[in-house]
């Protein structure tokens, strides 16, 4: 009988949700499954698992995840037995243009649940046939359906390392286990550098309210006290996700959130706003980006450098905080607005809002990307054209200093934003041959945090890249 092993690379810090409803979907299907995180065990411990007759689904929702899975399927060459494989994510589409090392079955990218557990199926059917070799499988089935197909059958959650192994949340000095969980899928919007509205083209998918209380019932039974809510933008569908925040607090009321939502929407659903509080919401993340008008312009942000301050006072009025994203480096990014921006991060006192990776992040522009159909001019082919179109900065002094932040980011021994900030601010002063800034916040404030601090669209770490390759390999595949 054909099994599944479904393999997740990184999932900023969190349990793979998607895989595990794609694994209780299977298991509703009759077809043994397992799913191993890399995030976090040893690419050794495949050797556990039973390799003969086995479909192999490597999910890519991000780049960081689509990055270390080059490796992975560097490693299957050594399989004596080559399993069938299917890609899923965001990023499934842009891998089918690279050359891989081993062949790809299904390119799987949307809401692709049903049609991964179809495929397997048919080939379990099959079983014993010799299959005749044919093209990759290609599927986006986003559709316009607003309501999720309901998993009503447990996730398996035993099946993954315990909860507290993934990230945590932190208040001043408390730390509580985090789970994960959405209220929607998908995404209204076109920003044009994200991979969501590439996959889901202005569309969302909704999730029940009973759905994501029985989750949440779920996680805190196994120890977690804070629940993020992954959907891309929390007020896609503002009403109902209120519905699910109350329903949740209602149970649970000891139980913290954090949820992701737009500047533009926090501006149009201020009356919301106060709602999130008092429902036990401790911090939002917003998609800043930058402060220049032709950055946010190009990336079709709906919003202005004035409409961020402007959501940052209606949040804190309302007593809690923005953690905003950051993307830096872009085509249009000069010098001087590398200035402006960390100066509207000291003005704004958000220094200890933001992870400093956030100040390393260079665009990504996958041959999918909406940025690439808009400004096809500015971007070339390279080696990986299929995972990061190549692009020019306005200067090379650009570059050189992208890579001096992302290494002041990741190898300075602490993720402190207080004590890194200085740092990456006199690296930008130098750049712009200018003194660097002597005062910065006097508040010292701490904001509420999750313990993961990297970012989907930052390249891998050094140790994510060296922990996932094939060396990690050798001797495990034929065991």
């Known amino acids: 009988m054909t099994r599944a092993l479904i393999i997740s690379l990184y999932d900023l810090g969190h349990q793979p949700y998607e895989l595990l409803q794609l694994d209780a979907a299977l298991s509703q299907a009759e077809i043994p499954s397992s799913i191993i995180d890399l995030s976090i065990t040893e690419m050794s411990e495949l050797k556990n698992f ?3 007759d086995t479909h192999i689904i490597i999910s890519v929702p991000m780049h960081t995840a689509a990055r270390l899975a080059l490796s992975v399927l560097e490693a299957l060459i050594q399989w004596d037995n080559r399993p069938e494989i299917t890609l899923m994510g965001h990023y499934a589409e842009a891998m089918s243009t690279l050359s891989l090392p081993v062949e790809v079955m299904m390119f799987a990218s949307g809401e692709s649940i049903d049609p991964i557990v179809d495929n397997i199926c048919s080939r379990t059917k099959t079983s014993g046939e010799v299959h005749k070799k044919a093209s990759a499988i290609h599927i986006n089935t986003t559709t316009t359906s607003r309501r999720l197909k309901l998993i009503d059958f447990p996730l398996h959650r035993e099946k993954l390392p315990s909860l507290d192994r993934y990230t945590s949340y932190i208040d001043g000095e408390k730390m509580q286990v985090a789970g994960y969980v959405e209220a929607s899928r998908g995404c209204l919007h076109h920003c044009t550098h994200c991979p969501v509205a590439a996959t889901y083209g202005g569309r969302i998918r909704i999730n029940s309210v009973d759905s994501i209380t029985r989750e949440v019932e779920a996680l805190y039974s196994t120890g977690a006290r804070h629940i993020t809510f992954g959907d891309p933008d929390f007020f896609n569908a503002p009403i109902h996700s209120l519905k699910a925040l109350e329903a949740t607090k209602k149970t649970f009321p000891d139980v913290t959130f954090d949820a992701t939502i737009k500047v533009s929407h926090i501006l149009k659903y201020k009356e919301l706003i106060p709602k999130l509080p008092e429902n036990n919401v401790s911090f939002i993340v917003s998609a800043f980006e930058h402060t220049s008008s032709e950055v946010l312009s190009a990336l079709d942000k709906g919003h202005s450098k004035a409409d961020m301050v402007e959501a940052l006072k209606i949040v804190r009025d309302n007593g809690f905080e923005i953690r905003p994203s950051l993307l830096p480096f872009t ?7 590398m200035i402006e921006l960390l100066d ?3 003005d704004n006192d958000l220094i200890g809002s933001i992870d400093p990776v956030m100040y390393s992040i ?6 999918s990307s909406l940025t690439y159909k808009r400004f096809p001019e500015l971007f070339r082919e390279g080696p990986d054209s299929g995972l ?3 692009w ?3 200067t090379p002094a650009l570059d050189e200093l992208q890579l001096e932040i992302a290494n002041i980011a990741e190898n300075s021994g602490t993720t402190e934003s207080h004590a890194l900030f200085p740092k990456i601010y006199a690296a930008v002063a130098s750049t712009a041959n200018q003194p660097s800034r002597s005062n910065f916040d006097s508040s010292d404030r701490r904001v509420p945090r999750l313990t993961e601090s990297w970012y989907c669209c930052a390249e891998p ?4 890249a060296s922990a996932i390759s094939s060396a990690t390999l050798r001797g495990t595949c034929n065991e």
């Open 331 to 337: 085509p249009w990014t000069t010098i001087s607005s």
């Open 362 to 367: 260079r665009l990504l522009v996958p041959s």
């Open 344 to 346: 509207f991060v000291a």
């Open 392 to 394: 020019s900065a306005l």
């Open 461 to 464: 770490t050094t140790s994510m």
């Open 388 to 390: 990061n179109l190549e």
């Open 50 to 52: 039973d390799l003969d």
